[in-house]
């Protein structure tokens, strides 16, 4: 906390500069769309880094719903920047290409708009005492992130099920929400926030199959990734947490 004596002036500087820190990250994607970054990859090193940073952001907040409901506005101001450029009231063709497949900016109303309510949900409701937001969010950012990387780049068997996926993107998407997921379990347990544990990790362990799962099977594309997978990890992790 910045200001000790007045937590409520403590959580607004968090919020000032949680918000910095996401807007440069957002700039930067930006920045190498613009240039001419593969557009897939750009798009998907959006959807990896923005979660996970703004988690990592969460332990400048204080405990209990201010806290929450403060950093929630981050992405919540997200939320309505899609809805804006999305609807096109607003034109900012850098920030579509960094964010949309084809560069259409209607497509911000679907995926990237499900990602910021889908981040600021777990953020509003579970926050940073419940293992529950950690697997959601790691497995919406690094798990799927990672799926559509990797297995667009070294996939070559096609899952029978779906031949719109590959084995190399599902092992990709397991075991990159797996390992965030535990990464940030230790970097909670470091402020006290949770007790990490074995039983936890295997928590996560189901949580992050569950989630590679579905998100490998053809009802996830129609009902979108980013909803499917986060979806999941809440549904399986408050059963198993």
Not at 176 to 203: C, E
Not at 212 to 240: C, K, Q, W, Y
Request: charged letters at 15%; hydrophobic letters at 50%; a positive charge.
């Amino acid at each position: 906390m910045w200001f000790l004596e007045n937590p409520v002036i403590s959580d607004l500087w968090a919020a000032i500069v949680c918000g910095c820190v996401i807007f440069a990250f957002l700039g930067l994607w930006k920045e190498t769309a613009w240039r001419g970054l593969d557009q897939k990859l750009n798009r998907k090193l959006v959807h990896i880094s923005i979660g996970l940073v703004f988690m990592l952001c969460w332990p400048l907040f204080s405990s209990g719903h201010r806290g929450a409901i403060l950093a929630s506005l981050i992405p919540g101001v997200n939320i309505i920047r899609m809805l804006v450029l999305g609807l096109g009231i607003l034109k900012d063709e850098a920030t579509v290409k960094s964010m949309s497949r084809y560069g259409d900016h209607r497509e911000l109303l679907k995926g990237p708009l499900y990602y910021a309510a889908t981040i600021t949900s777990a953020c509003v409701i579970y926050w940073r005492t419940s293992p529950v937001a950690i697997a959601a969010i790691c497995n919406l950012c690094a798990g799927d992130g990672m799926a559509d990387i990797i297995g667009r780049r070294i996939g070559r068997t096609k899952l029978p099920y779906n031949r719109n996926k590959t084995v190399a993107g599902s092992v990709a998407m397991f075991t990159a929400g797996f390992l965030a997921s535990i990464g940030f379990m230790y970097y909670f347990a470091l402020f006290g926030y949770i007790q990490g544990s074995w039983g936890m990790i295997l928590g996560f362990l189901v949580v992050s199959l569950a989630s590679a799962v579905v998100e490998s099977l053809p009802i996830s594309t129609e009902l979108d990734d980013n909803l499917a997978v986060t979806l999941t990890s809440i549904l399986v992790g408050s059963v198993v947490f």
